[in-house]
């Protein structure tokens, strides 16, 4: 094995990139089985599971695409509305919550509705096109898989995933069951889970 292919292997099997992709696959399976899953359950195991993802994908290295192309996505649109749809079962009201417009949204008010539904959808999307790809086993796809997983990271699904974690944080300490209608300690009955208001 000559000393190019040599760092391909030990980067694309290092102890970081197996740790992202065994977190990757235990959210996206976490995701893939929601019938089994109370409400309650889903907010405490997805508060972990994002926060493994997202301290897992900060300790792979860096890389750079062999090919020009981007790989091609796997999931469908019937998987990724049969995890979006599962959430917001579980979830019911406490699936909205409250984020700031973004520069590049038309709507022209400060303050928006969003799902949680949607943003662990697209996550589990990015996550599991790259297990796929990855599980493959061809070591120059498996590098651009990571290298384009973690450019997505950057430019948009890492501040889905950190906005999503507060929303769930917010519902795992006000001790929310969305099963009872409980809505939990100090929280507004009325209304959406609000990640943005001050303890």
């Known amino acids: 094995m000559d000393e190019e292919n040599s760092k391909l292997h030990n ?5 970081e990139m197996v740790g992202l992709v065994k977190e990757a ?3 996206c399976q976490f995701l893939e089985e929601l019938k089994t899953v109370s409400g309650r359950e889903f907010i405490t195991r997805s ?3 994002l926060s493994d993802v997202y ?3 900060h300790r792979i290295g860096e890389t750079e695409p062999l090919f020009e192309n981007s790989t091609e996505p796997t999931v469908t649109e019937q998987e990724w509305a049969a995890i979006y749809q599962g959430i917001n079962l579980l979830l019911g009201p406490h699936n909205e919550f409250i984020r700031p417009a973004e520069a590049e949204e038309f709507d022209r008010s400060d303050l928006v509705t969003h799902t949680i539904s ?6 589990y999307q990015e996550l599991r096109d790259f297990t796929v790809i990855y599980s493959r086993g061809i070591e120059e796809l498996m ?3 990571a290298w384009e997983l973690k ?3 950057v430019e948009h699904w890492g501040k889905k995933l950190l906005r ?3 929303a769930l944080h917010n519902l795992f300490t006000r001790e929310v069951d969305p099963e009872i209608g409980n809505y939990g300690s100090g929280s507004n009955p009325v209304g959406p889970s609000d990640p943005l208001e001050e303890e």
């Open 47 to 49: 508060v972990q599971y």
């Open 11 to 15: 980067y694309v099997y290092s102890s």
């Open 55 to 57: 301290s897992a994908i």
């Open 25 to 27: 696959n235990g959210y």
């Open 118 to 123: 949607e943003d662990m959808a697209d996550i």
């Open 143 to 145: 590098n651009d898989a």
């Open 151 to 153: 450019e997505r990271f």
């Open 164 to 166: 999503t974690l507060v």
